[in-house]
Nanobody, 125 residues
């Protein structure tokens, strides 16, 4: 499975961006797709995840109500719609895929088997 992230950029506080992650190279019907972010000197942090089958999702408390994860099965792509962006959202954002689902563990980077390259999001005035 390969993941290709895109959509990062620079935006002012309060603005919006949509990240995309194209999935290829395998059968991932039962996979869980996730978004994580990382800033220099810090560990990679869970942002959101979605089950490819069924579409149930979960978001980190820090982004709940502002960010929304979604997917388009026909396009083999999942997204992270980011609204009301804050300077503290500045980070490199990574998409990831996990071949197994355990609800209590999907916030952990170790549960994800495949990673895309990062895309930088900068929120600054």
């Amino acid at each position: 499975v390969q993941l290709q992230a895109s959509g990062g950029g620079s935006v002012q506080p309060g603005g919006s961006l949509r990240l995309s992650c194209v999935v290829s190279g395998g059968t991932f019907y039962n996979y869980v797709m996730g978004w994580f972010r990382q800033t220099p000197g810090k560990e990679r942090e869970f942002v959101a995840r979605i089950r490819w089958s069924g579409g149930s999702s979960s978001h980190a408390d820090s982004v709940k109500g502002r960010f929304t994860i979604s997917k388009d099965s026909a396009k083999k792509t999942f997204y992270l719609q980011m609204n009301s962006l804050k300077p503290e959202d500045t980070a490199v954002y990574y998409c990831a895929a996990a071949s197994h689902f355990t609800a209590s563990r999907m916030h952990l980077t170790s549960f994800y088997d495949y990673w895309g390259q990062g895309t930088l999001v900068t929120v600054s005035s």
